[in-house]
């Protein structure tokens, strides 16, 4: 009896293991005709992939489904599966499970599509932070396509009609079949030499065979390297290549792409125009603001300067002097007024108006008033005065009333 005997567990666990530490068996594309297809209710889908020497049973759970596949898979379809080959230990069979699933033809120029926009996208090719902007008005427009066909002829006429003066600048590329991405990429760095203002690369419509040119990695680079403002403009407008991702501006075709490098000189100069007009009611505006400021100036200069102060002040100074001759006047003639009446009143009391009238005024001989019959005896001397002199008398007597 042999020493080493192992279970089934064991040679399904050991082979697995193997399956596991082959690095191509982790991720390897299959090509073959689907078979036996069967979408389960879980999700999943269960089928086999054959050709004419053989067939391996093949499985795409439902999560990969959202992202790997894009169409519904049938029997006798052609396909190309990426996924590992993994072994099943339950049955001891081998299966590859599926995460991806193309048609085979395009499919395959798909996926090679898919895997240089994924490596690109991770080296940056593809950031905002390397667009260049499109000028807005270019004076001369490069041209990468080929010298003949609609290409050039659209982008052509467009230009001429938007603006007769842009100088366009061809440098004729193959753009389909052998050698075309080194044709493409060649006539990108010599028209990047030639100092345009923008660069326009495309070709007409197409299938993705005869646009591949455009897919591939050297032309990504010519267009990320180039010091010119570049356009895409690869084929129609549901068409998108690598170079849309890499140029700074996509159009969906050349004609948009044209409209896109070349300003149109009618409506520009309709703008300049309208511009023109602007700017000079705003300078009249500008102007007559400027001048009112300067009138406004003026008055208040006018206002405030030393002669003008002077006349106003002189002005004033003679209406002070009316007004205080004015006062003194009145005040003069009210204060005479009151004079002459004082003086009547003070007439009125004068002893001289008295004497006139009659009236004497006595003295004793030492000069006091005579008041009394008491200040005087029989045989005193009296001075009299009267209005025109004085008389001396002597008491005879003094006898009371």
Known sequence: MAKNVYTVAQVNQYIKNMFAQDFMLRQIYVKGEVSNCKYHTSGHIYFSLKDESGAIA?????????????????????????????????????????????????????LRFEQLKKELREMGMFDEQFKKPIPFYSRTVGI??????????????????????????????????????????????????????????????GSIEDLWAFN???????????????????????????ADYVADLRAPTPSAAAELAVADYRQLMEGLELFGCQLTDRMEQKIMNLRNALEDRALRLDRESPADQIRERRTRMSALQKDFSYAMETKTADRRHRM?????????????????????????????????????????????????GVVRARVESALPE
Do not use: W
């Open 340 to 388: 002459e009446r004082l003086a009547g009143l003070l007439e009125g009391c004068s002893p001289l108006l008295r004497l006139q009238q009659g009236y004497s005024y006595t003295q004793t001989e030492s000069g006091k008033a005579l008041r009394s019959i008491s200040q005087v005896r029989e045989g005193d001397g009296l001075r009299i005065r009267v209005t025109d």
């Open 216 to 242: 591939e990695e050297m032309v990504a680079r010519a267009i990320f390297a180039c010091q010119t403002p570049v356009i895409s403009a690869v084929g129609h407008e549901t068409d998108t290549t690598i």
């Open 144 to 205: 990468v396509t080929a010298s003949t066909g609609a290409a050039i002829r659209d982008i052509m006429n467009i230009a001429h009609r938007r603006n007769p003066y842009v100088q366009l600048v061809l440098s004729p590329a193959q753009v389909q079949g052998e050698g075309a991405a080194e044709s493409i990429a060649r006539a990108i760095r010599l028209l990047d030499t030639r100092g345009v203002d923008v660069m326009i690369v495309g070709r007409g419509g």
């Open 58 to 110: 093949c499985v795409m759970f439902a999560g990969d489904r959202r992202s790997g596949l894009t169409f519904r898979m049938q029997d006798g379809q052609k396909v190309i599966a990426l996924g590992a080959v993994r072994v099943f230990e339950r049955t001891g069979q081998y299966q590859l499970y599926a995460k991806q699933i193309t048609p085979d033809g395009e499919g395959a120029l798909y």
